[in-house]
């Protein structure tokens, strides 16, 4: 399809344990983003990349946290050593350029036991 | 750290009502965004404001700027049950950031 492709859908994983989370974005969009969504709530942004550089990675929840984005097109969100509170639907969006209209992909939800 | 909130934090009525519901703040904004996201998906753009005082209709809903664009409402007039999800307004932060709203869920019953 031609919309933002995110996998896995669903990821369960133990405690301590690393995962990592993709995001296909629509081709031609240089800017990706990344944001986490607790159960029912808002959007939390984590980062955001234009073409293959994030120029501000401070919405990263911690350490634990990576995110890198190859050949201006898949991006890939690293979580180490899992916490509980980790678990959440990690969204990813991309857009023509920065601050155009961001189309979302369904989300990985990711659960941490 | 700015903060959009939105109101009501949770709406149920029946088909055919109307409805308001608010994202407010104490910044300026240059442009505000509305999306809706159904269950299982991710959020759909619906609407992007930017003059003050802007006005915007999609349909049934209607979107409005504030003047001082610190605040944005959206109108959904004689709702359906498709109108149903939680409804997010969101603006750019400072250097390449995005703040989504606390958001509304509505529910409309047939």
């Known amino acids: 399809g031609a919309g933002v492709s995110q996998s896995p859908s669903n990821k369960v994983t133990e405690k301590g344990k690393d995962v990592e989370l993709r995001c296909d974005p629509i081709?031609?969009?240089?800017?990706l983003y990344w944001y986490r969504q607790s159960l029912g709530q808002g959007l939390e942004f984590l980062i955001y990349?234009?073409?293959?550089?994030?120029?501000?990675k401070s919405g990263l929840p911690s350490d634990r946290f990576s995110a890198e984005r190859t050949g201006g097109s898949v991006s890939t969100l690293t979580i180490q050593r899992t916490q509980q509170e980790d678990s959440a639907v990690y969204l990813c969006?991309?857009?023509?350029?920065?601050?155009?209209?961001?189309?979302f992909g369904d989300g990985t939800r990711l659960s941490i036991l | 750290t700015q903060l959009l909130e939105q109101s009501p934090q949770f709406l149920s009525i029946q088909e055919g009502e109307n409805l308001t519901v608010y994202c407010n703040s104490s910044?300026?904004?240059?442009?505000l965004q509305w999306y809706r996201q159904e269950p299982g998906e991710g959020p759909v753009l619906l609407v992007t404001?930017?003059?003050?005082?802007e006005v915007k209709k999609l349909k049934r809903l209607t979107f409005q700027f504030g003047d001082a664009r610190k605040d944005s409402s959206l109108h959904i007039t004689a709702a359906q049950p498709g109108d149903t999800g939680l409804y997010l307004c969101?603006?750019?932060?400072?250097?390449?950031?995005?703040?989504f709203g606390t958001g509304t869920r509505l529910k409309v019953l047939a």
């Open positions: 081709s031609g969009h240089t800017a």
């Open positions: 969006a991309s857009s023509l350029e920065w601050n155009q209209p961001q189309h």
């Open positions: 404001v930017v003059t003050g005082g």
């Open positions: 990349f234009q073409g293959n550089s994030a120029p501000d």
């Open positions: 969101a603006v750019t932060s400072g250097t390449y950031k995005y703040i």
């Open positions: 910044s300026v904004f240059s442009s």
